[in-house]
T-cell receptor, first 112, second 117 residues
C-alpha cells in the first residue's frame, strides 16, 4: 500500500509541450505539497494546499499550475515546458503543518 | 525568512565508525527542525524531528540529533554506522508561526554519507 504515489515516474518530453504530473495520498492527510529537486539535489517547495485551498505559492513561473480536485489528490500541470524545468518533482502530504511530511517517490522530468 | 546550511556536502566514513552530519539554521522566529534521508532513486523519509521538549531526539535506527538554540544547530550523529546508512541526508526547518509559513519546509543542500566496508 503506497502512502503517497505519483505518476508518471519518468517523463521525457520536448520543449514547448504541456504535461501533467499526478499525486495521490491515501493517508487521510489534509495538506499536500509539491517540491522541485534540481540537478544539484537542492529541494525547494513550490506549492502547498490545505483542504483543497492554496496556501503556499512560491515564486514559481505561472506556467506551473497546481490543481487539487479533492483532499487526496494534488496534480501539477506545466505549460510550455523549458529546458530549465528538468528536475525531479516530489509530492508530499502531512496532517497539519507541523506533522511529518510523507514524500512520494518522485517524477523525473527531462525536457529535451 | 529562514535558511539551512549543511556544512559538508560529502562525508565518507568506514563501517562501524561514528559520524556527525552538521546542520546550522537561521530564522527570526522559533523553529521546528527535521532530518530526512533519501536513498538512491527514492523519495525522502523522515529520520527524526524536533518540535519541543527534550533537545535530544532519536530515531529508531540509532541516529540522534541535538537542538542547540544558542548555536542554531541541529547536528545529526550516529555512534556506529552501517553500509545500509549510505544515503543523502537533508536537514530542514519550518517556523512555528503558522499563517503563510504553513508547512513550508526549507531544506539544506544535503550531505551524501558514504559508508565504506
Amino acid at each position: 500500500d503506497t502512502a503517497v504515489s505519483q505518476t508518471p515516474k519518468y517523463l521525457v518530453t520536448q520543449m514547448g509541450n504541456d504535461k501533467s504530473i499526478k499525486c495521490e495520498q491515501n493517508l487521510g492527510h489534509d495538506t499536500m505539497y509539491w517540491y522541485k529537486q534540481d540537478s544539484k539535489k537542492f529541494l525547494k517547495i513550490m506549492f502547498s494546499y490545505n483542504n483543497k485551498e492554496l496556501i503556499i505559492n512560491e515564486t514559481v513561473p505561472n506556467r506551473f499550475s497546481p490543481k487539487s480536485p479533492d483532499k487526496a489528490h494534488l496534480n501539477l500541470h506545466i505549460n510550455s515546458l523549458e529546458l530549465g524545468d528538468s528536475a525531479v518533482y516530489f509530492c508530499a502530504s502531512s496532517q497539519g503543518w507541523t506533522d511529518t511530511q510523507y514524500f512520494g517517490p518522485g517524477t523525473r522530468l527531462t525536457v529535451l | 525568512a529562514q535558511s539551512v546550511t549543511q556544512l559538508d556536502s560529502q562525508v565518507p566514513v568506514f563501517e562501524e565508525a561514528p559520524v556527525e552530519l552538521r546542520c546550522n539554521y537561521s530564522s527570526s522566529v522559533s523553529v521546528y527542525l527535521f532530518w530526512y534521508v533519501q536513498y538512491p532513486n527514492q523519495g525522502l523519509q523522515l529520520l527524526l524531528k524536533y518540535l519541543s521538549g527534550s533537545t535530544l531526539v532519536e530515531s529508531i535506527n540509532g541516529f540522534e540529533a541535538e537542538f542547540n538554540k544558542s548555536q542554531t544547530s541541529f547536528h545529526l550523529r550516529k555512534p556506529s554506522v552501517h553500509i545500509s546508512d549510505t544515503a543523502e541526508y537533508f536537514c530542514a526547518v519550518t517556523s512555528n508561526a503558522g499563517g503563510t509559513s504553513y508547512g513550508k519546509l526549507t531544506f539544506g543542500q544535503g550531505t551524501i554519507l558514504t559508508v565504506h566496508p
